[in-house]
């Protein structure tokens, strides 16, 4: 069992995977489970963490990189050199809170676009780490967040699909170049 070299913070001129964007077919497809977590999974773990970081990130979900597993990365405090990122491979949410909050939202996948999203304050997430053991945490508040929002990507979900407001979302999404068909409004 080899362990993961977290990459420092730094960001690279040329990250090693592309982000792909809001219209993009492969954003939509549920992703699959990990069946072992083994090198290669350490190694996708690393260069996400890299592509997370060069992109001024602090979450990414492999869909955006056109992977197809359920496998999330997360840094909510990105600048701070002691703090681990987290590496969640096959994510469940076990539990959320019943207490709700707004926060505004952005994604690697939908640049310039920032919206407020209500979700569940506390959530407690079962993963397997990028050892293959199998962790349970719980997190709230912008952990809790990031985790949700990125947990969403395993199920084809973004962010701007549970935007409430559609005035502000169709006028932020069109000043960005971004067709407001490419959302799929969660009921």
Same mark, same amino acid.
């Given at each position: 069992?080899?362990?993961?070299?977290?990459?420092?913070?730094?960001?690279?001129?040329?990250?090693?995977?592309?982000?792909?964007?809001?219209?993009?077919?492969?954003?939509?497809?549920?992703?699959?489970?990990?069946?072992?977590?083994?090198?290669?999974?350490?190694?996708?773990?690393?260069?996400?963490?890299?592509?997370?970081?060069?992109?001024?990130?602090?979450?990414?979900?492999?869909?955006?990189?056109?992977?197809?597993?359920?496998?999330?990365?997360?840094?909510?405090?990105?600048?701070?050199?002691?703090?681990?990122?987290?590496?969640?491979?096959?994510?469940?949410?076990?539990?959320?809170?019943?207490?709700? =909050?707004?926060?505004?939202?952005? =994604?690697?996948?939908?640049?310039?676009?920032?919206?407020?999203?209500?979700?569940?304050?506390?959530?407690?997430?079962?993963?397997?780490?990028?050892?293959?053991?199998?962790?349970?945490?719980?997190?709230?508040?912008?952990?809790?967040?990031?985790?949700?929002?990125?947990?969403?990507?395993?199920?084809?979900?973004?962010?701007?699909?549970?935007?409430?407001?559609?005035?502000?979302?169709?006028?932020?999404?069109?000043?960005?170049?971004?067709?407001?068909?490419?959302?799929?409004?969660?009921?």
């Amino acid at each position: 069992m080899t362990a993961l070299i977290i990459p420092d913070k730094t960001k690279l001129d040329k990250p090693p995977l592309e982000i792909h964007y809001l219209g993009d077919r492969v954003l939509r497809s549920p992703a699959k489970r990990i069946a072992k977590v083994d090198d290669k999974v350490r190694q996708l773990a690393r260069e996400m963490l890299q592509t997370m970081y060069s992109s001024d990130g602090i979450g990414l979900a492999a869909p955006q990189v056109a992977v197809n597993k359920q496998m999330l990365v997360v840094d909510s405090d990105p600048e701070n050199a002691t703090n681990p990122p987290l590496i969640l491979i096959n994510p469940q949410i076990k539990s959320a809170s019943k207490e709700l =909050c707004d926060a505004q939202e952005g =994604c690697l996948s939908i640049p310039g676009v920032y919206l407020d999203v209500t979700r569940p304050k506390v959530v407690e997430v079962a993963f397997k780490d990028e050892t293959g053991r199998p962790r349970r945490i719980k997190a709230k508040g912008l952990l809790a967040r990031v985790i949700q929002h990125e947990m969403d990507h395993l199920n084809g979900v973004l962010f701007v699909d549970r935007v409430k407001n559609d005035l502000m979302l169709t006028d932020e999404l069109t000043k960005h170049n971004f067709s407001v068909k490419a959302v799929k409004p969660i009921a």
